[in-house]
């Protein structure tokens, strides 16, 4: 009896258990794991529709879920989202290319340097505290009301989840890689450009994507204060003209858009780590 209770003691649990090669293999998942998403969602909807139905709230109010999808609808066949959509899109990418140069350079000196990082860091998280939104008026005086705002705002939002990231990252990379390093008498550039920035790659990307995250829920909200045209224009549009199923069909493409630039996102980091092993 003893025997069988130590044998059972020492059997690996299923997250440990490791190939022949060495792997570590990784837990059984169902496949239609995918489908535990969507009951949310759907009792939402569905609440929703009989808010609509049943008189809960005025269509004026809350429109219901058929009448948004067709106005949906009718916006993307006649082009309105679309041509709202590129120049939103413009917009947000240019501010996050911005922001991800400078939170890329900025962030890699605070994690090489100690002495930078000494006196750049505190007064760059004081920099960071303030939101978005507290930079408008300020910017508004300086640059105007023009794109330039709106690309300072974005680049803004990108900016501090990239320094982060990127400094964080760096910091993080274990001493016994540049040990490891050092006996093989790499160079200042080598260990840079085999050792640091490879190993800090997975918690930058990171800050890449909340950079891409930020910069367009900031891009949104840009829109919405201070532009005459773009997808954040279109909810102000709806809302003056007490169109609530202009406003929830712009908030759906929003959502959309912001879903699909995520996924994007993660498969591209899937695709720049794939050197990792399994469960690393």
């Given at each position: 009896?003893?025997?069988?209770?130590?044998?059972?003691?020492?059997?690996?649990s299923?997250?440990?258990?490791?190939?022949?090669?060495?792997?570590t293999?990784?837990?059984?998942?169902?496949?239609?794991?995918?489908?535990?998403?969507?009951p949310?969602?759907?009792?939402v909807?569905?609440?929703?529709?009989?808010?609509?139905v049943?008189?809960?709230?005025?269509e004026?109010?809350?429109?219901?879920?058929?009448?948004?999808?067709?106005t949906?609808?009718?916006?993307?066949?006649?082009?309105?989202?679309w041509?709202?959509?590129?120049?939103?899109?413009?917009?947000?990418?240019?501010?996050?290319?911005?922001g991800?140069?400078?939170?890329?350079?900025?962030?890699?000196?605070?994690?090489?340097?100690?002495?930078?990082?000494?006196?750049?860091?505190?007064?760059?998280?004081?920099?960071?505290?303030?939101?978005?939104?507290g930079?408008?008026?300020?910017l508004?005086?300086?640059?105007?009301?023009?794109?330039?705002?709106?690309?300072?705002?974005?680049?803004?939002?990108?900016?501090?989840?990239?320094?982060?990231?990127t400094?964080?990252?760096?910091?993080?990379?274990p001493?016994?890689f540049?040990?490891?390093?050092?006996?093989?008498?790499?160079?200042?550039?080598?260990?840079?450009?085999?050792?640091v920035?490879?190993?800090?790659?997975?918690?930058?990307?990171?800050?890449?994507?909340?950079?891409?995250?930020?910069?367009?829920?900031?891009?949104?909200?840009?829109?919405?204060?201070?532009?005459?045209?773009?997808?954040?224009?279109?909810?102000v549009?709806?809302?003056q003209?007490?169109?609530?199923?202009?406003?929830?069909?712009?908030?759906l493409?929003?959502?959309?858009?912001g879903?699909?630039?995520?996924?994007l996102?993660?498969?591209a980091?899937?695709?720049?780590?794939?050197?990792?092993?399994?469960?690393?």
């Amino acid at each position: 009896m003893s025997s069988s209770l130590g044998a059972t003691a020492s059997l690996p649990s299923p997250a440990s258990v490791t190939s022949a090669q060495g792997v570590t293999a990784r837990p059984w998942r169902p496949p239609l794991q995918w489908l535990w998403a969507w009951p949310f969602p759907l009792a939402v909807l569905l609440l929703w529709h009989l808010s609509s139905v049943w008189g809960w709230a005025p269509e004026q109010v809350l429109p219901p879920p058929a009448q948004v999808f067709r106005t949906f609808a009718d916006m993307v066949a006649s082009g309105e989202i679309w041509a709202n959509l590129q120049i939103s899109l413009v917009r947000v990418f240019t501010g996050f290319g911005i922001g991800l140069l400078g939170g890329l350079v900025l962030g890699s000196v605070m994690g090489l340097l100690p002495t930078a990082r000494d006196y750049l860091y505190p007064l760059f998280k004081a920099f960071a505290q303030v939101p978005v939104i507290g930079w408008l008026p300020l910017l508004m005086l300086l640059v105007g009301i023009d794109e330039a705002l709106k690309f300072l705002l974005i680049a803004k939002a990108t900016l501090v989840p990239v320094t982060l990231n990127t400094c964080q990252g760096i910091q993080g990379v274990p001493n016994r890689f540049i040990e490891v390093a050092k006996v093989y008498g790499f160079t200042r550039r080598q260990m840079l450009t085999r050792v640091v920035f490879p190993a800090a790659t997975a918690p930058i990307w990171n800050g890449v994507r909340y950079g891409l995250t930020h910069a367009w829920l900031a891009l949104v909200v840009v829109e919405l204060l201070a532009s005459s045209e773009g997808i954040g224009f279109l909810i102000v549009y709806g809302r003056q003209l007490f169109q609530l199923d202009v406003v929830l069909a712009s908030v759906l493409a929003v959502g959309i858009v912001g879903l699909a630039i995520d996924k994007l996102l993660s498969l591209a980091e899937a695709w720049l780590l794939r050197w990792r092993k399994p469960g690393l």
